[in-house]
Structures are given as C-alpha cells and as structure tokens.
C-alpha cells in the first residue's frame, strides 16, 4: 500500500541516494512519538519498495516489540521469506516422553478427572551456535545474490543494546557488513528520549543522521499544507472523479495544519478521518 509523504522533506532529501542506488548505514534520530516516528518509517518502506525502478526491491524491519523479529531466529526466518531461500532445520529426532505418570495409586468409584503433564522432545539443539552460523552464512549467500539485481533495506527500531547483540554481533559481523558495497541500506532508529539504550561494540559509525521535527516550523507548515493539499486532489478524483483547484484544496487543510503544529504524531494519526471528510464532503 502507497503510503503518501506528509512533510519530512529535507529528511526524505538526505535519504534519496540511498532510496535510490546507494548502500550505507544511516541514523535517524527523534524524541519519542511525538515525532510520529512508525508513520516516519511506514513512509520510508512505502517510498523505498515503490521506488520507480525495474529492480526489485524489498525490505525488513526488526523491532523486539514485534514477535516475528524478536529473537534472531525470527529475524533471519523474516530475511528468508523476502529473499526466497531456504534456512537449515534442526535435526529431528524421534520424541523423547520424560513423564508420563496418571493416577497412580488412586481408587474411585465413579468418573475421575486426571491432568498428566507430557513433555516431548522432537529436536536435538546440541549444534545450536554452528547451525545459527549456518542459516546466518545462508541468508548473507542469498543477500548477495538479491543486491547483484535489487535493493534491500534493513530497519532497525529503537531498542536496547542488548537486544540488538544478535543481530550486530551475529549478522552483521559475520556477512551483511560486506554487502554495503553492493547496496545495502541499513537505516537504524534511535530514540533520544531513552538514553539507556546504549550502543553496541559492532555498531558502525553512521554516514549520515537525520532528525524528526518535533513540531512544525513556518517552512515545514507550507510543506505539509502543500502535501495534505496534493493528498487531497487525489483522492477525490480517485474516489468521487472530481477536479478540486490547488487553491480550493488548500484553504481546505490549512486549518487542519495549523491546529496540528505542535503535534506531528496527532496530525497523522488524524488525517485520514479529515481527508475522509473532506473527500465526502467535495463537490
């Protein structure tokens, strides 16, 4: 789904050459959600997979908040499915029941009801760390070969450092450092209202940082009501196949920008109820 740019233009500057070609790693920094920094990134990967190019394209977000990239096994089971290939499974083995104890010793003339607690062991992980290195050794193999065609872009949200070990010292060590060259754009979320994040030993330094307005200045207003305005035209031809004047669609959001200054993260929230309204409402 096209997400639309609402403002973040000089941010969304910066980032182009990497959107567009370049591999590299870059910071984004903000302070809390008042900055609205999931729409920031919900833009970033709308604008980054449906950038105008006959390659593909495709991107991953790891965030600890989400269950599928919480743990490093789920990050490089979400690498796989974008580039089709096949991770190692871990050897089976027939189950292993270690109790299974019912009703001993009881006597009942009726019904009893019994609760037997079964524990079954289909999986031997004594290979574990060389079969993690394996899959890592898989997903960077199959990276390459994606980048020597495409673009992949890799997000990581804001969070702990030591949440953010595996994936430094495990993929990024060990194979995607080596892929910058060939194109890959990590973009790394920093929250600078959470100081005790940290930094971990492996991390690169950053070639570029941006930073998310808390607020809308005078130039950043003029951008959004221009955006909003341009966001507006479109949807009622869309919906309604109607032509709105530029002038018309712009006295329409002003109000809408100027109440939502101070609050970037409610002016987004909010926006598609009023666009709603205003489609519904165009003649």
């Known amino acids: 789904m096209t997400v639309q740019k609402i403002n973040w233009r000089s941010e969304f500057g910066m980032l182009e050459p990497y959107i567009a070609e370049r591999g590299g790693v870059v910071h984004v ?10 729409a920031f990134l919900a833009t970033l990967k709308s604008v980054f997979e449906e950038c105008e190019t006959t390659r593909p394209r ?6 600890p908040d989400f269950f599928t990239t919480h743990y490093l096994g789920d990050v490089l ?3 796989a499915d974008k580039l089709d290939c096949t991770l190692e499974a871990p050897k089976s083995v027939a189950p292993v029941i270690e109790e299974f104890v019912v009703a001993s010793g009881n006597e ?3 019904d009893m ?3 037997a607690n079964i524990h079954m062991h289909t999986s031997d992980y004594s290979d574990a760390p060389a079969l993690r290195n394996r899959r890592v050794a898989i997903v960077c193999n199959a990276m390459r070969k994606f980048l020597a065609t495409g673009r992949f872009m890799i997000v990581l949200n804001d969070a702990p450092a030591r949440d953010q070990a595996p994936f430094w010292r495990d993929l990024w060590e060990k194979g995607l450092k080596e892929l910058v060259d060939d194109g890959l754009f990590l973009v790394k979320m920093i929250d600078e209202d959470k100081q005790q994040q940290g930094k971990h030993p492996d991390e690169p330094k950053p070639e570029q940082t941006a930073a998310l307005p808390i607020e809308f200045d005078e130039t950043r207003q003029r951008d959004a009501i221009e955006d909003l ?3 507006l035209i479109h949807e009622v031809k869309r919906i309604k196949n109607l032509e709105v004047p530029l002038e018309t669609a712009t006295q329409s959001v002003r109000a809408f920008v100027y109440s939502h200054k101070r609050s970037i993260s409610r002016l987004h929230t909010e926006w598609s109820g009023v666009l709603m309204q205003l489609v519904r409402d165009a003649r």
Do not use: L, N, Q, W
Request: charged fraction near 30%; aromatic fraction near 8%.
């Open 113 to 115: 009801d019994v609760t």
């Open 58 to 63: 495709a991107s991953v977000r790891i965030d």
């Open 108 to 110: 009942s003339e009726g």
């Open 29 to 38: 920094r903000y302070r809390g959600d008042v900055c609205a920094p999931d």
């Open 77 to 79: 089971h979400a690498f």
């Open 229 to 231: 305005a341009k966001i």
